[in-house]
């Protein structure tokens, strides 16, 4: 399923332009479905334009025992405090991103993919390009590793 997200993720961004942020989300412990989470600033928040094309290119892509693992899509605006947050902490650079068992800030993931995250201005990116392992697993936990990203 993580490469059919990334084919609709290519897809969104020929067809609209440039997206910010990009992830496949479980948060909730008690559900075992996914939340997709797009912003970009072509997408605004309770825009059904924008939802129905995401719900059709994820309809279109996945089949039906796949589709049935999604609970919701969430369309945020550039402002929303979880926006905002991943932006601020991690850059995908190319690479998809994956977090179990994390808590940010606040926030409990049980597990991520995040296609694609866009800094903008800050000068934190996260520079393990591994997935952070997830903390019940066979093997330890890493911890992602900040760098400070000079700016020139």
Known sequence: ????????LEEIKRSRGDVVLFALMRMDELTDKWTVILSASWAKEGDLEVFKYILNLIQSNLSKEEFSTIARIGILDLGNSLVKLITGTIRTEGKTIRLQNTK???????DA?????????????LTDKESIMDQRGEEKPQKPQIK???KE
């Open 1 to 8: 399923m993580v490469e059919k997200f990334k084919t609709i």
């Open 104 to 110: 940010i800030n606040g926030f409990s993931i049980q």
């Open 113 to 125: 993919h995040i296609f694609q995250s866009f800094l903008g201005d800050s000068k934190e990116i």
């Open 148 to 150: 400070k990203e000079k």
